[in-house]
């Protein structure tokens, strides 16, 4: 059974850092593309970053570029997501994925998600 726990989300002021961590389980974690999506109250889920099975290819979305960093240690079987310079736009749930093709595919696996709450 596929497990995504995803970790480190919390409250933080305009400006600040976070990290977050997917730890993954149930599934041969460096056969998979992973990602981070995000949902706010009232919007649709969007992907803010995936990152290819041997981290060779990385994709940030627009709003998040230069700022959001995606990672993966295979070893770990964990996916990262450093946030800095976070602002009130960045506030949703963010949920980790994975998938043997792409994040947000057919077949994508869910974690629960994890909230980040940016203050102004």
């Known amino acids: 059974q596929v497990q995504l726990v995803e970790s480190g989300g919390g409250l933080v002021q305009a400006g600040g850092s976070l990290r977050l961590s997917c730890v993954a389980s149930g599934l041969p974690f460096s056969s998979y593309a992973m990602g981070w999506f995000r949902q706010a109250p009232g919007k649709e889920r969007e992907m803010v970053a995936a990152i290819q099975r041997n981290a060779g290819n990385t994709y940030h979305r627009d709003s998040v570029k230069g700022r959001f960093t995606i990672s993966r240690d295979n070893a770990k079987y964990t996916v990262y997501l450093q946030m800095n310079s976070l602002k009130p736009e960045d506030t949703a749930v963010y949920y980790c994925?994975?998938?043997?093709?792409?994040?947000?595919?057919?077949?994508?696996?869910w974690g629960k998600g994890t909230q980040v709450t940016v203050s102004s």
């Open positions: 994925a994975a998938s043997r093709t792409w994040p947000g595919t057919e077949n994508t696996n």
